[in-house]
Each structure stands twice: as structure tokens, then as C-alpha cells.
């Protein structure tokens, strides 16, 4: 089947539930990354949704059918050389390389229309609606409503499985392979199976990792309650574990280099996403040295300050030279620290000539700043900076 063929009977038939547009041709920075398109309910009838993935940014446009078959025939190909088309009976994901694109049939993921309006509604946790593992954990009472001294853990929750979702699509089709490390209590460990099992249909196997045995017991028997079948949880360390293979790997609240560990593991694994809470950023602190700002870093509170987002910029940096697209966004502050970023990394291919322009760029901002961070040595082998 030809793409032509494929885009022709998916939107002329109306059986289309959803596409997803990666790994584009250009490396200018104004030009979205990703392109996802989803069928919107309004009162006319059915339109699509074109989200367009910025680097810093979404914007969204409401398209009609007609509409819908121009923008996939022209970017997938043109301005995009992957796609993942979604209807109920199959994926097909089409490579575009110089000459005739490829069509590949794969399992469908996305057997059901899901239009974007519910889908929002879905995903996010209603108050009044009983969630079992949040009933469970003590942030819902048993008819759902939000107990009061919980309602920051809910909002944090929610804010979570929000940005999680954005990233959905990007993720490949079939069983998905997803390491937590550092998941505590696992409020968001359970919310992150329940977003992918129960909102998107996927297959998951989910190992939560933690060091602390008592609360590793706790969260595996709460799993067995639920009978969340693919979700456990072991005592281990991130350094020592078995990544073969894994999809996603989320890091929250690991403190100092603790994350760049987290993030070296998964970039080696090529992970296709990786989702980072840091905190506690001290390892520059040492070595942060400026005649420039030393009006700034002289003082200790602004210096630590300035330092988690100088840590912070690196990483995300260092991970485009890994060949990551990345954001760095606002999150709701955990309980255990007052860190609000959340680093969200997606595997892309970069050119050499962009890989080259980002490094140099790099290797300016560390220079003025005296620094070498963790992640940069850890990756020392992978990256040329």
C-alpha cells in the first residue's frame, strides 16, 4: 500500500483515531519537532486537532477532513520522515527516507475513537470520582472526594499525568518496558500505570525502584490489592539496573547526581522517553566560577539558586548532544523538595552539522561558567564536546 493509498481510505472513510508526525527534516528551532492530530466533537461534527510540538511551546488548529488529507500528504515525507497512523484495526507507521516512503502495518494501539475534548477529561483525575489507587493511598476518601490535607499531593498528580501524556504518542506501539527509579510512595508510579493502562490501552510491564525496603513492601502489596498486573516494585539502585530494552525511564526527586546517574542509564539504553525531576543541585557549587556574575554568585542563597538551573540547562543540553529533543518544564513541587522542573527528554535523530552547532554552543556556556558536570563526564564517551 502506498502512503497515498493509506491516507485516501483512512480519512475518506472517517476511520482514522489519531496520527502522530516525528523526526523532521528541519533543525531550525521555530519549526515544531512533532506534529499530533486527534479527532475534536464540536457542534458542527467532527474536526482535527493539529497540535504542533514546539521546543518551548504547543499551538493547536482545528481542521476539517479535507484539510486533514493535505497536511498528511504533504508532511509525511516533506517536512516529516516518520508518522504513526491510528485506526481500529491496525498502526501503520511510515518511514520517509529519499525515495518512496515505506508503509508498515503494526498492532493497533488505538482501537477506539477517543475524541480530544474527553480524552482531557480522562486523563485528568475529577474530583468525585473514585480513583482506586488514589482511594487507596489516602489522597481520595472512598466515594472520591479529595481529602483536604491531599489536595496538593491531587493537583500534583493531575499536573503529572498531563505532562506524561503529551509524550504518549511518541512512545513505540506494542508492550511498553518502563523503569521508575526513586518511586517512593508511588502516587505518581500508580498514576503512570493507570494513564497508560487504563486511559491508552497499552500493555506495560513497570518496575518501580526504591532503596527503602519498607516502603518497596508497602507498594508491592498495594499493587497486588489492585491486581495491577505488569506493575512491581524492588529495592535497587538505578546503577545497577536491568534497562535492556526499556521505553521510559522517569527519575523523581533523585538528589544531586544522583539524577545525572538516572539520565546516563537511560540515554545508554536509548530510552525513547525520559521524564527527570532533579533536586538537591550541589555538585556545582564548587565549581561555579564568573567575574562576570560574581555580584550574583557571591551570595549564598542566590548562588545555590542559580546554580540548580545552570545544572538543569546542562543536562537538557547534554542530552540533545545524547540525541534527545528536550523541554524543560514547570511542575508541581514534590513534597520532598521545592524543585518545579520536570526534564522531558524524546529520542529523535539529529544532523551532524545541528549535533556540531549545539556542542559548540555547549562548550561556550560551560567554559564562561567553569564547570564540567557530572552528566557531561558520565557521557563523555558518547557525546563530542
Given amino acids: 500500500m502506498t502512503l497515498e493509498e493509506l491516507v485516501e481510505r483512512l480519512v475518506g472513510e472517517a ?29 458542527s461534527g467532527v474536526r482535527w486537532r493539529v497540535r504542533r510540538h514546539f521546543h518551548t511551546r504547543t499551538t493547536d488548529e482545528l481542521v476539517d477532513r479535507e484539510a486533514l488529507g493535505e497536511l498528511l500528504r504533504e508532511a509525511i515525507g516533506g ?34 475513537v477517543s475524541f480530544a475534548h474527553d480524552r482531557r477529561k480522562q486523563h485528568r483525575l475529577p474530583a468525585g470520582e473514585p480513583v482506586p489507587y488514589l482511594v487507596a493511598l489516602g489522597v481520595q476518601t472512598p466515594d472520591g472526594q ?28 506494542g508492550a511498553l518496558r518502563v523503569v521508575d527509579y526513586g518511586s517512593g510512595r508511588a502516587y505518581l508510579t500508580f498514576a503512570l500505570y493507570d494513564l ?20 518497596v513492601a508497602e507498594c508491592e502489596a498495594l499493587a497486588r490489592q489492585l491486581d495491577a498486573e505488569g ?29 545525572d546517574v538516572a539520565l546516563e542509564r537511560a540515554v545508554r539504553a536509548e ?18 566560577e564568573s567575574d562576570v556574575l560574581r555580584p550574583l554568585i557571591r551570595h549564598g542563597t542566590l548562588r545555590e539558586r542559580f546554580v540548580a538551573e545552570v545544572t538543569d540547562a546542562a543536562r537538557a543540553r547534554l542530552l540533545e548532544l545524547a540525541g534527545y529533543d528536550v523541554q524543560v518544564v514547570e511542575f508541581v513541587a514534590l513534597e520532598h523538595t521545592p524543585k518545579n ?28 561558567l567553569a564547570i564540567r558536570p557530572a552528566l557531561e563526564r558520565l557521557l563523555a ?3 563530542d564536546v
Avoid: M
Fill in 15 to 43: 476511520v482514522l483515531t489519531g496520527a502522530t508526525l516525528s523526526r523532521p527534516r528541519s533543525v531550525d528551532p521555530a519549526s515544531p519537532k512533532r506534529l499530533t492530530l486527534d479527532p475534536v466533537a464540536v457542534r
Fill in 79 to 112: 517536512s516529516y520522515r516518520q508518522a504513526l497512523l491510528h485506526e481500529p484495526a491496525a498502526d501503520w507507521q511510515v518511514l520517509a527516507g529519499k525515495g518512496e516512503p515505506r508503509v508498515l502495518r503494526r498492532p493497533p494501539t488505538r482501537p477506539d
Fill in 146 to 173: 479529595v481529602r483536604a490535607r491531599r489536595r496538593d499531593k491531587f493537583r500534583q498528580v493531575n499536573r503529572f499525568v498531563e505532562l506524561v501524556d503529551d509524550v504518549i504518542p511518541v512512545l513505540p506501539p
Fill in 196 to 215: 497508560l493502562t487504563r486511559v491508552h490501552g497499552r500493555s506495560v510491564e513497570l518496575l518501580g525502584l526504591d532503596l527503602k525496603q519498607d516502603v
Fill in 231 to 259: 506493575l512491581r516494585f524492588e529495592v535497587g539502585d538505578i546503577a545497577d539496573a536491568d534497562l535492556d530494552g526499556v521505553d521510559l525511564v522517569v527519575s523523581l526527586h533523585a538528589c544531586d547526581t544522583a539524577t
Fill in 271 to 288: 530510552a525513547t522517553v525520559i521524564l527527570a525531576v532533579p533536586c538537591c543541585q550541589h555538585e556545582l557549587l564548587g565549581q561555579l
Fill in 341 to 368: 522542573v520536570l526534564l522531558r527528554a524524546t529520542r529523535t535523530a539529529r544532523p551532524a552539522r545541528d549535533r556540531a552547532r549545539l556542542a559548540a554552543e555547549y562548550r561556550t556556556f560551560a567554559d564562561a
Fill in 381 to 383: 564517551d558518547r557525546i
